[in-house]
Structures are given as structure tokens and as C-alpha cells.
């Protein structure tokens, strides 16, 4: 079921995720909900960790095991802003 669109989003997200797959839906699911939301992708904890301090986002989906540097080792002291995913693999 399509989820429906709000009005313009104001807010910045960051995507934490070594899985393209992953990254891509939930990316997807976000476009589908807000309009002209700024998204950022990282694909490790240390690039993800970069993007956080330079974009500076609303919400962080962070992935808790990924190569490089994971979700339990990314701690910035923002944790109201991050939410921790883990798939089941």
C-alpha cells in the first residue's frame, strides 16, 4: 500500500547503511512520504560519521552491523537524532 504524500519536508535524513538494497527502500519509502526531503547515503559508519557533522541531519537510520566502522562503534552523543536498524540477515 502506498503511503501518501505529506506537504514539503523541511527535514534532513541520513542513511547509514553498507546494504544497497536496504538504502535504496528506505530511501524510497521516504521520497514516497515527503516531499523534497534532503536525503544523504553513506555506506560505512566512518563516511556516515563524516556526513553527520557536514550535513548536520534532522534523523539518522543507522545500520548496527556493517564493515569499516558499525552502528555500535558511531556514537556522536546525538542519540535523539539516530535510529538504529538491524536486518534480519
Same mark, same amino acid.
Given at each position: 500500500?502506498?503511503?501518501?504524500? =505529506? @506537504?514539503?519536508?523541511?527535514?534532513?535524513?541520513?542513511?547509514?547503511? @553498507?546494504?544497497? &538494497?536496504?538504502? =535504496? =527502500?528506505?530511501?524510497?519509502?521516504?521520497?514516497?512520504?515527503?516531499? @523534497?526531503?534532503?536525503?544523504?547515503?553513506? &555506506?560505512?559508519?566512518?563516511?556516515?560519521?563524516?556526513?553527520?557533522?557536514?550535513?548536520?541531519?534532522?534523523?539518522?537510520?543507522?545500520?548496527?552491523?556493517?564493515?569499516?566502522? @558499525?552502528?555500535?562503534?558511531?556514537? =556522536?552523543?546525538?542519540?535523539?537524532?539516530?535510529?538504529?536498524?538491524?536486518?534480519?540477515?
Amino acid at each position: 500500500m502506498p503511503h501518501p504524500r =505529506t @506537504d514539503r519536508c523541511p527535514h534532513a535524513f541520513l542513511i547509514i547503511d @553498507d546494504g544497497t &538494497v536496504a538504502r =535504496t =527502500t528506505l530511501k524510497n519509502h521516504l521520497i514516497a512520504m515527503f516531499t @523534497d526531503c534532503k536525503i544523504s547515503e553513506a &555506506v560505512n559508519g566512518a563516511q556516515g560519521l563524516f556526513l553527520f557533522f557536514k550535513k548536520k541531519p534532522d534523523l539518522v537510520f543507522l545500520d548496527m552491523l556493517m564493515p569499516i566502522m @558499525d552502528g555500535r562503534a558511531d556514537r =556522536t552523543g546525538r542519540a535523539e537524532r539516530v535510529l538504529p536498524l538491524r536486518s534480519a540477515r
